[in-house]
């Protein structure tokens, strides 16, 4: 897997979750693929598990790679930037993404680390 490869899945990745496009987000996925988002939370195994995540979740407004993309063999981890809504303002967040990646360049599973607590008025 080419780093280059996981930084375009990555990029996908942040365009379906500004567009809010969760068939875009479910399709960067393998089958038997786990997501835990934020971790500590609930881990969802499996496509359906997964949609219905998505489905079911607010989204963030926006998301963008805020660094340097790390890969190591078939994982990789990301610097990101979320814009998100609660109690009707918006927020900046850091969150930290780490993924492992199937041949084809689909996630297997990915972990997102960040806090609401450390959210940034807009």
């Known amino acids: 897997m080419s780093a280059a490869r996981i930084r375009q899945t990555f990029e996908r990745y942040t365009q379906c979750v500004s567009a809010g496009d969760v068939a875009g987000l479910v399709a960067l996925y393998s089958e038997d693929a786990c997501i835990e988002i934020p971790v500590g939370g609930p881990v969802h195994r499996g496509i359906d598990a997964i949609r219905t995540f998505y489905a079911d979740n607010e989204l963030a407004e926006s998301l963008a790679i805020s660094g340097t993309l790390c890969v190591a063999g078939d994982e990789a981890a990301v610097p990101l930037v979320a814009c998100v809504r609660r109690d009707g303002r918006l927020y900046e967040l850091d969150v930290i993404d ?17 806090d609401l607590e450390g959210a940034r008025p807009l």
């Open 98 to 114: 780490v993924a492992h990646f199937r041949e084809d360049g689909r996630f297997s599973r990915l972990r997102a680390f960040f």
